[in-house]
């Protein structure tokens, strides 16, 4: 940049002009500042934010002592203060300390133990000890995993004649002419899909105990299973369907072998949550992209609300069929917590902690509403939710202008403000959800999973993995165990010949006790 000149001219437009270039080059200089200042607040943040996810606590709540921090000049004349978290503590209802008791539909085997004849005489009269009660004390034993063969013996019956035989009939299997019963079919499946246990330790350990069965074998069998259930996904995604809420969530898998693309490249499953409060469905979909194509498929028919995060692939499914779209709140307490996080240790009170403790407020009256039925939780929000909602977008309104675009808490702030009308629609209606974490949750056995066996070797593969998948996690909504369930359905679905049959088989249909090993 250049500088003044040591001898100024005595020329008046000339030290205009002198003047003019000074200027020039000072907003030059101010900008420059700018741009500097902003890219070193953003590394700065990025590298806290860095040291926060790899060292700090996870949690996106802030205590109510920090609540209490905030002093700021526009917060006091624009809100009200935030109330601090009450905590009520019932009087005398802490739980006992010590062993928990074992539960009683476990097996007993009884141990007795006796004295010695010699060790039964009273050593002050020498008389014999009369049994006078017990002392009893319980441990917990573990049988290790039985295996055991099955014979079918299928009796012939012919006449005298010799020209009429007949062999009883195998009761239909579930994958024929293999050695997979249901019970291993549903052992494989559930230590697979829910304990995450890739085929190739299941390989070793079924070794240990005396059975070679190849990982290809295996996998081969999951696959099969898969298909079989196929019918079963078909009636849950029509039940889902019917119902007018879903949600709706994607998580990346790869695949080597799929048609058209690299080894290395990304596909998606996708998960859908929904159906009767009474009878909810849990389903994965798997798609080589994740264009808003696969919204509109997996939406075909749907009518009511759909619930998601962000993501704009979900616009044409929600134009298209007419949808009221919802957004996801712990998306938004989120990037608050970021923001807040990306300040570092020595941070101030501030926006970000502000927007956070009022949306923390939000979840406080969703904990007290949880238990209250649809129209009390409507009732409930109208009172305590909507003035807390009212009160966040005064105060966004007046923040949105004092925070940089590109900042943590300018972008926070700037998610908040662009999906509001999908943030806050919960209100409407008792039933809704104020984000879409269950469906998060239900993802997540995948993400456990997909950390394991890493990728799916064939499309063939990971499909037959999205209906497993499928079927445990909707097995778990329904409160049955999908050892038991899975165990039930491989035994009795190759025998269901019947829609009617079939829709028996669906876990919100089944009871407990049918299953029950």
């Not at 300040?343 to 902690?353: C, D, E, L, T």
């Not at 239900?442 to 890493?454: E, Q, S, T």
Request: glycine share 6%; aromatic share 6%; with cysteine.
């Amino acid at each position: 940049m250049k500088s003044l000149p040591k001898q100024l001219p005595d020329d008046i437009d000339a030290l205009k002009v002198l003047l003019s270039e000074q200027a020039a080059r000072n907003t030059q200089l101010d900008q420059e500042n700018a741009r500097l200042g902003a890219k070193v607040l953003s590394l700065q943040e990025q590298l806290n934010l860095a040291l926060a996810r790899r060292y700090a606590a996870s949690s996106e709540k802030l205590s109510p002592d920090q609540i209490r921090l905030f002093d700021e000049a526009e917060v006091e004349a624009h809100a009200e203060p935030v109330e601090d978290e009450t905590v009520i503590v019932p009087e005398h209802s802490r739980q006992k300390r010590g062993r928990k008791k074992l539960p009683d539909s476990l097996s007993r085997v009884e141990v007795i133990h006796e004295l010695a004849a010699d060790e039964r005489l009273c050593p002050h009269d020498g008389n014999v000890l009369a049994e006078i009660g017990e002392v009893t004390s319980e441990q917990l034993d573990i049988v290790p995993a039985k295996i055991q063969v099955i014979r079918h013996i299928r009796k012939q019956y012919a006449c005298k004649c010799g020209q009429c035989i007949k062999t009883a009939p195998l009761p239909a299997q579930p994958i024929p002419k293999s050695l997979a019963s249901p019970g291993l079919l549903a052992h494989i499946t559930v230590s697979k899909y829910q304990d995450a246990l890739p085929l190739y330790r299941q390989e070793t350990i079924l070794r240990r105990i005396g059975v070679e069965l190849p990982r290809a074998t295996l996998a081969n069998w999951m696959i099969k299973a898969g298909a079989l259930v196929q019918p079963v996904i078909n009636l849950l995604r029509d039940q889902l369907l019917t119902y007018d809420i879903v949600q709706m969530d994607e998580t990346p898998v790869q695949v080597l072998n799929e048609p058209g693309k690299r080894a290395q490249s990304k596909s998606y499953l996708w998960l859908q949550r929904g159906g009767p409060p009474e009878q909810p469905v849990i389903l994965y979909d798997y798609d080589p992209g994740r264009g808003a194509g696969v919204p509109l498929r997996l939406l075909e028919g749907f009518r009511g609300y759909l619930q998601t995060d962000g993501y704009d692939g979900y616009n044409a499914a929600v134009a298209s069929n007419g949808l009221m779209h919802m957004g996801c709140m712990a998306h938004a307490r989120r990037k608050f917590s970021d923001a807040v996080k990306a300040q570092g240790k020595n941070r101030k009170p501030g926006k970000a902690q502000h927007g956070l403790a009022l949306i923390q407020k939000l979840y406080r009256v969703e904990k007290q509403a949880k238990q209250l039925t649809p129209l009390e939780r409507f009732d409930y929000r109208q009172q305590h939710a909507k003035p807390i909602l009212e009160r966040l977008r005064r105060w966004l309104d007046d923040s949105l202008s004092k925070v940089l675009p590109g900042s943590t808490a300018g972008k926070a702030l700037n998610y908040l403000h662009n999906e509001w009308d999908k943030l806050t629609c919960y209100l409407d209606d008792g039933r809704l959800e104020i984000d879409n974490n269950l469906a998060e949750n239900a993802i997540r056995p995948f993400v456990v999973g997909r950390k394991n066996w890493l990728f799916s070797a064939s499309v063939a593969g990971v499909k037959a993995s999205a209906n497993l998948y499928s079927l445990i996690e909707t097995t778990k909504a329904n409160g049955l165990e999908p050892y038991a369930y899975l165990r039930y359905l491989f035994a009795e679905l190759p025998r269901a010949e019947t829609v009617e049959a079939i829709e028996a088989l669906l876990p919100g249909n089944v009871n407990p006790e049918q299953i029950k090993l």
